[in-house]
């Protein structure tokens, strides 16, 4: 476990789908001063058009940006190149690196980049996933949420979704792309672009504790307000505004638990629910409460994965439940229930759907 800050390096995965103003977004990340000391890889098939960043060649594969930022284009191996940024700057070629932004092509399914970063052994000792950034373009949100499943993986395993080319679109279709996500992933945080701005603090807090500002929102991290807000709609019968495509499937549930876990019953439950319906698990995260322990750990998984054991170093409010969110494709919620109940005792989950 990791009770003291966290020494690895920070990975931001940027993604959306095609058309939904990634690059865009990459080109005035990749201009902030803030983004000195970091490096982006950029997927070998994006066309990103970077060269008025361009001001230095440092090899063959890295450039050095204005802002600070090195540039570096993936061929192939995803790992290797993260594994040759660690070792250029151990070995002093490259001065500072702060933080990673992997940008994936759009039509890229952000689970295998995902579980890249926690298989590999070198790399999760190395580097540790900040958070998913997701770009959707509120004009053709609906086309692309009700027609492509990659769509739907990028805003439902999101920390982040930034609504592009709103100054193309009018205030009902804003709205209306607004509702169809937060429905999608209540549990992500949403911002309006504008261009050639970088919305405002938008790589920042995506961990549950800021080692730099000392703060742990929990209940932003999770979103809890918005899924709240979700379940009483289920719990009245009520619907969602949106046409019934193709993320009608994909729910969010929070649930809580009064109880302290015995971690290994925990474990066992969560082992149990990834190895039988992994595969409509798009994603977990939470603060749980450990026997004998008196700090929280904080979970994440993705489908079949479980990212490595951390803990905060103290509780960050008096709410000492555990809180899980797991957002889920054709899968009751029921079923989770039981889960936790077989494993781990009588859960006391929130008001809500029942199936």
Not at 23 to 44: C, F, H, Q, R
Not at 187 to 204: D, I, N, R, V, Y
Not at 226 to 243: K, S, T, Y
Not at 246 to 255: G, N, Q
């Amino acid at each position: 476990m990791t009770h003291k800050h966290d020494p690895r390096i920070p990975v931001t995965l940027l993604t959306g789908f095609l058309g939904s103003g990634k690059t865009s977004l990459l080109k005035t990340l990749l201009s902030d001063p803030a983004m000195a000391g970091s490096a982006v890889l950029i997927n070998e098939v994006g066309e990103v058009g970077l060269d008025h960043l361009l001001v230095q060649q440092v090899s063959e594969e890295i450039t050095l940006l204005e802002s600070g930022c090195l540039c570096c284009t993936v061929r192939g191996d995803l790992a290797r190149s993260l594994r040759d940024l660690f070792m250029r700057r151990l070995q002093r070629d490259i001065k500072a690196l702060d933080r990673v932004v992997i940008e994936t092509s759009g039509l890229a399914d952000p689970a295998p980049i995902i579980h890249t970063l926690m298989r590999d052994f070198f790399l999760a000792e190395r580097f540790r996933l900040e958070g998913v950034v997701t770009t959707v373009d509120v004009r053709n949100v609906h086309w692309q949420l009700g027609q492509h499943d990659e769509a739907v993986k990028q805003v439902a395993m999101a920390d982040r979704i930034v609504l592009t080319k709103c100054d193309l679109a009018d205030s009902m279709q804003i709205a209306e792309a607004e509702e169809r996500v937060v429905a999608l992933n209540p549990a992500a945080q949403c911002w309006q672009s504008e261009p050639g701005k970088l919305p405002t603090g938008l790589l920042e807090g995506m961990s549950l504790y800021d080692p730099v500002s000392k703060t742990a929102d929990v209940g932003r991290w999770l979103g809890e307000v918005a899924i709240d807000e979700q379940e009483r709609l289920r719990a009245r019968g009520g619907v969602f505004a949106r046409p019934a495509l193709h993320d009608e499937s994909v729910s969010t549930y929070l649930l809580r638990f009064d109880e302290p876990f015995a971690w290994a019953d925990f474990s066992r439950a969560m082992d149990t629910l990834q190895s039988v319906v992994g595969d409509r698990i798009l994603r977990v995260k939470g603060l749980l409460a450990v026997r004998g322990e008196d700090v929280p750990r904080v979970i994440h998984a993705v489908q079949h994965e479980r990212y490595p054991d951390s803990s905060l170093p103290a509780w960050p409010d008096d709410d000492h439940d555990s809180r899980l969110v797991f957002i889920v494709r054709d899968l009751p919620r029921s079923v989770l229930d039981k889960a936790f109940a077989a494993f781990c005792g009588p859960s006391d989950p929130l008001p809500g759907s029942r199936d």
